[in-house]
């Protein structure tokens, strides 16, 4: 029995995530958080979006939320579309 994790990624893609938390942040803050988009709510939330290479490039950015003081909500990967049928390798 394998202990590893099946994963549909390409490995040398970075992978996409959301980030949500409480408070607003400006555009401004985009170049502080690796060029991810920023994304501010109605409900007073912002929601950080977009690629980060690997493990210690979240961990950076979770870090630099820590350093705002403001609350995570949520973390999520987001997996990428399927690929249309014609684009497929075979």
């Known amino acids: 029995m394998s202990n590893r994790i099946q994963s549909s990624t390409d490995p040398d893609q970075p992978v996409v995530f959301e980030i949500r938390l409480e ?38 950015l979770l870090k630099k939320v820590r350093d705002l003081g403001l609350p995570l909500i949520s973390v999520n990967r987001v997996e990428p579309a399927p690929a249309p049928a014609s684009e497929q390798r075979p």
């Open 23 to 60: 408070g607003h942040l400006d555009q401004q803050w985009s170049d502080w958080f690796g060029g991810l988009t920023i994304t501010p709510g109605d409900n007073g939330e912002t929601l950080l979006a977009g690629p980060v290479i690997d493990q210690a490039a979240l961990y950076r």
